[in-house]
T-cell receptor, first 112, second 113 residues
Framework: RKEVEQDPGPFNVPEGATVAFNCTYS??????FFWYRQDCRKEPKLLMS???SGNEDGRFTAQLNRASQYISLLIRDSKLSDSATYLC?????????????FGSGTRLSIRP | DGGITQSPKYLFRKEGQNVTLSCEQN?????MYWYRQDPGQGLRLIYY???????QKGDIAEGYSVSREKKESFPLTVTSAQKNPTAFYLC????????????FGQGTRLTVV
C-alpha cells in the first residue's frame, strides 16, 4: 500500500466551479501535512500547510482528519490559472530523521 | 537571493556512464532530499539527509548514491546500475526535521541514450 494516496483525476471543471481533492495516508507517525501545486514541467511549490483545525487561504481551504488519516483541499470559484497538478504531502517523523512523502498528484483542468 | 540551485537543467549521457547531479542551497537548511519524477507520475524519494555526513535511503535508492560533506551541498550520482535513469530529478531542502516545508530547485532533466 502506498504511504500517500490520491485520486489521480483528471478533474475537468468549468471556471467558477468548486472542486475538492482528497488524500489518505497510512503511517500514523505522520506529523505535518501540506498541499503543493505543480505546473507542467516545473518544480512543485507550496500551496498551503494543513492543520487539524482546518485552514483557509482565499479560495483555498484545507482540512485534516487525523482519526481517519485523511486530508482534503477545496478550491472555490476556480480560475483558469488553477489548472495544475495538486500534490498531497506528508512528513513522517522518525527519531533521527523525517521523510517527506508525496502523493502521485491529482490533475486539475479548468475550462472556460 | 536565497534558494536551491540545481545544475544543469538538461543533461544527456550515454548508457553505462555514471553522472552526478548538483544541488546547492543557501537557505541554511539542515535537511535535503532527492526525488525522481517520471512523466505523469508523482515524486518518489531517492535519498534524504538531515545533517552533514549522514543520509538515509528513500524508497527507490537502488542505482543511486549521495554524499553530504557540506551543509549546503547534496550531490546525487546516477550510476550505471540504475536500469532506467531517464527522468526529472528534483532536489529539495527544509529547515530541519520538524519544520518540514520543502523548497525545491528547478530540477534536472536527465536523458540517457
Amino acid at each position: 500500500r502506498k504511504e500517500v494516496e490520491q485520486d489521480p483525476g483528471p478533474f475537468n471543471v468549468p471556471e467558477g466551479a468548486t472542486v475538492a481533492f482528497n488524500c489518505t495516508y497510512s503511517n500514523s507517525a505522520s506529523q505535518s501535512f501540506f498541499w503543493y501545486r505543480q505546473d507542467c514541467r516545473k518544480e512543485p511549490k507550496l500551496l498551503m500547510s494543513v492543520y487539524s483545525s482546518g485552514n483557509e487561504d482565499g479560495r483555498f481551504t484545507a482540512q485534516l482528519n487525523r482519526a481517519s488519516q485523511y486530508i482534503s483541499l477545496l478550491i472555490r470559484d476556480s480560475k483558469l490559472s488553477d489548472s495544475a497538478t495538486y500534490l498531497c504531502v506528508v512528513n513522517i517523523l522518525y527519531s533521527s530523521a523525517s521523510k517527506i512523502i508525496f502523493g502521485s498528484g491529482t490533475r486539475l483542468s479548468i475550462r472556460p | 537571493d536565497g534558494g536551491i540551485t540545481q545544475s544543469p537543467k538538461y543533461l544527456f549521457r550515454k548508457e553505462g556512464q555514471n553522472v552526478t547531479l548538483s544541488c546547492e542551497q543557501n537557505l541554511n537548511h539542515d535537511a535535503m532530499y532527492w526525488y525522481r519524477q517520471d512523466p505523469g507520475q508523482g515524486l518518489r524519494l531517492i535519498y534524504y539527509s538531515q545533517i552533514v555526513n549522514d543520509f538515509q535511503k528513500g524508497d527507490i535508492a537502488e542505482g543511486y548514491s549521495v554524499s553530504r560533506e557540506k551543509k549546503e551541498s547534496f550531490p546525487l550520482t546516477v550510476t550505471s546500475a540504475q536500469k532506467n535513469p531517464t527522468a526529472f530529478y528534483l532536489c529539495a531542502s527544509s529547515k530541519d526535521r520538524e519544520v518540514t516545508e520543502a523548497f525545491f530547485g528547478q530540477g534536472t532533466r536527465l536523458t540517457v541514450v
